[in-house]
């Protein structure tokens, strides 16, 4: 019986635990979008997406930037990195459709993808490519990397 009470509690901390680091997670992430981290571009829809580091690639407004994941480097020619973006339960396919969507209207052409539990999206440009790959975690919570990096040289 004591045993009983035990598990019970512990289940009860745990889930505790859990919702509350949700909820300064999606606090966190909600005051770096107010201190002007994305930008969205003129004539485009209302909640059609923002730009974050990179001026070619729309991310959902729905999605929160995880800004202490982020790695970009940047010189006058050239911008690459890593981005990441989380967001609680989120429907996969119209992810992948919004990608598919404005990439292509930024230019960017569909190279290959993977679609299943975690799905990835490869495109290219002249001088660049882009992998975006969608994770759905166990817990609920999908994860979206965004890596983009410049595009090697064919050697004949």
């Known amino acids: 019986m004591r045993q009983m009470i035990l598990g019970k509690k512990l289940v009860y901390c ?3 635990v859990f919702f509350v680091s949700l909820l300064f997670s999606g606090c966190a ?3 770096m979008e107010r201190k002007g981290e994305p930008a969205t571009r003129e004539g ?7 730009y974050y580091h990179f ?13 202490k994941r982020a790695m970009v480097y940047e010189t006058t020619g050239f911008k690459a990195g890593v981005v990441y973006f989380t967001k609680w339960r989120l429907d996969t396919e119209s992810l992948i459709d919004f990608f598919l969507y404005h990439m292509e209207k930024d230019n960017w052409k569909l190279v290959n993808s993977f679609k299943g539990k975690e799905s990835i999206l490869n495109f290219s440009k002249p001088n660049k490519t882009c992998t975006i790959k969608i994770s ?11 890596r983009v990096g410049p595009l090697g040289e064919k050697k004949m």
């Open 14 to 16: 745990f889930f505790a």
């Open 29 to 31: 992430s909600s005051v």
């Open 44 to 50: 485009g829809p209302a909640g059609a997406g923002k």
């Open 55 to 67: 001026e070619d690639i729309r991310i959902p407004s729905e999605l929160n930037y995880q800004q």
């Open 136 to 146: 759905d975690n166990w817990y609920g919570t999908a994860e979206v990397e965004i």
